[in-house]
């Protein structure tokens, strides 16, 4: 089995890149380096199964043209996960973000059809906007603003589900849709502005935790092994549509700050400040349909895994 995953040398799909190898998959990467890092998948550079090709998938001239001039053979699976991920990501490159959702889509479900493959799209709670249902199942349309500074991630990421859709109705291209909720572990960028990259980033250096609001306000983080596996399970399975895949653990961002203090032995102070334009109050995702289909429910609990991602942090900071 070949898979192309798009945005392959960023956190989240590098991970997913090195699962699809430990199943057997050959993998091909496409990925322009706009947001992810050629560390990321330095350790397959070697790997016979393993091909990467530097690519932006939101190019006019379709990608699917680049990667067959790169890659000989079939291809069985296209994972989307080519897009900025961070509210500083996606905001410091907002017609980018809106492209890859649209143009980029486009040129990946392109591909997956020409070659009659199965197709996975990397989508996200961040369709679900504020949410007014708590904990939020697939059926819930959303609350988003669609002019807000956060709409080019939400509005691209709801365009590309309803653009995916169209091509199974259509075309009856076998299609899934994974809705990602707040993943974390080795490999997200100190810098990269997520709550647990940048409470990690400050309880090291001994600076104060920002926290926006009052830190009443929840999410829920899941583990990126239990997210990867979660994935893996929905390409290979029957399921069309989206899914949620997320740890449906609540926590507000004072119990994060409060557990990444323990575990880091900082006495860094917090420091409050206020929200910004349209962050959602509350985030759980409701898993019962990944329970039944797939069987799943993520393993790893906060405290476990924040611990394995400031080790990593700690063994990255010595190399550097």
Not at 10 to 21: A, I, K, M, N, W
Not at 150 to 162: Q, T
């Amino acid at each position: 089995m070949r898979a192309v995953v798009t945005g392959g040398a960023g956190f989240l799909p590098s991970h997913l890149c090195d699962r699809l190898r430990a199943q057997g998959y050959d993998v091909v990467a496409v990925d322009n380096f706009l947001t992810g890092t050629p560390e990321n998948i330095a350790h397959l550079a070697d790997d016979p199964g393993f091909t990467f090709v530097e690519a932006d998938v939101s190019v006019a001239i379709p990608v699917a043209d680049v990667i067959e001039a790169s890659v000989d053979g079939r291809v069985d699976a296209v994972l989307h996960f080519a897009s900025a991920a961070s509210p500083p990501e996606y905001l410091a490159h907002p017609i980018e973000t809106l492209d890859v959702g649209s143009l980029g889509t486009r040129n990946a479900l392109d591909l997956a059809l020409a070659h009659g493959a199965r197709f996975l799209l990397a989508s996200t709670s961040e369709i679900y906007g504020d949410p007014l249902v708590h904990p939020q199942p697939e059926s819930y349309w959303g609350n988003v603003n669609s002019v807000g500074p956060r709409s080019v991630y939400d509005e691209a990421k709801r365009f590309a589900e309803a653009l995916t859709m169209a091509y199974h109705r259509v075309h009856g291209l076998d299609t899934k849709i994974v809705r990602i909720f707040n993943t974390y572990g080795p490999r997200l960028s100190i810098a990269d502005g997520r709550v647990v990259s940048n409470f990690l980033d400050q309880a090291m250096r001994g600076a104060p935790l920002t926290i926006f609001g009052d830190g009443s306000q929840t999410r829920s983080f899941c583990y990126v092994d239990d997210e990867v596996r979660g994935i893996v399970g929905l390409l290979e399975s029957d399921h069309v549509g989206p899914m949620n895949i997320g740890n449906p653990n609540e926590f507000t961002m004072l119990e994060l700050a409060e557990l990444v203090l323990e575990l880091t032995g900082s006495a860094s102070e917090l420091v409050f400040e206020p929200l910004p334009t349209d962050d959602p109050k509350q985030r759980r995702p409701d898993i019962a349909l990944a329970d039944r289909v797939l069987g799943w429910r993520p393993e790893i609990e906060l405290r476990e895994g924040l611990a394995r991602t400031h080790d990593w942090y700690r063994r990255s900071s010595e190399q550097h």
